[in-house]
């Protein structure tokens, strides 16, 4: 059963990367699964040339960054007050954060961009950044929440003894001890965040400011499309998500199974 789990999820990335050596005749001749006659290096120079790869690379690193730097602040502090403080609305205040789980992307656009461009920050990354924290923040409160709850409680009683207060127990003994599921946090707002497009496509017009997926558009053209580019392009951008999730996808096991169990 792992050994056709393995296959079904290795496969797709391994037909990309034979999509992407390949020349556009090979491609349409409708050989989906033949290997490529002689691999086209060269499409990975045009998708890096071409393709602005490395512009295209530093805004979505900037981007995903300041989300997840956002993600972390934001969650951490209300996944504390969640489950350490003993408050009348504490679990009304968990239960619109688990709400907002099943808010869909796609309902928010309009009025986002409405609200954007009433305070004149759309076409800009902070149009971005905003709504990403936003949708990322309900997951990671559930997974920082459902860890921080296992802290002993002693812990916080010597430190209130020591005259320690809400904000120093919070920065020194609950937000180190759990440092593995921030990690699983950071983890999966990367992987979510970095190759978004739907909010990227609607708030984004400028070319300066686009994220990577964009670069996939410079491959076509009114009366032409260079395919194995586009796969090379596929190929880089998927790269950076890969190597993390291929690291450390323990670390996201743990952390998942830490918060949704433990809590």
Known sequence: ML????VTQLYPLLWLLTYSLKTNEEILSGRFFALPEAPQWINFTQAIEAGQYFRYLLNSLFVTTVTMLGVILLSSLAAFAVARFRWKYGQ???????VGLMIPMQATLLPLMIMFKNIDILNTHLSLIFPYIAFQTPLSVFILSGF???IPHEVEESAIMDGAGAFRMFRSIALPISIPPVVTVCILTFINIWNEYIMAATFISSDRLKTLPFGVNSFVSQYSVNYGAIGAFLVLGALPVIVIYFFL???ITKGMVTGAVKG
Do not use: C, W
Request: aromatic letters at 12%.
């Open 92 to 98: 009304v205040v968990m239960l619109l954060f688990l």
């Open 3 to 6: 050994s056709v789990l393995f």
């Open 148 to 150: 921080m709850r296992t």
């Open 249 to 251: 996808a323990e670390r």
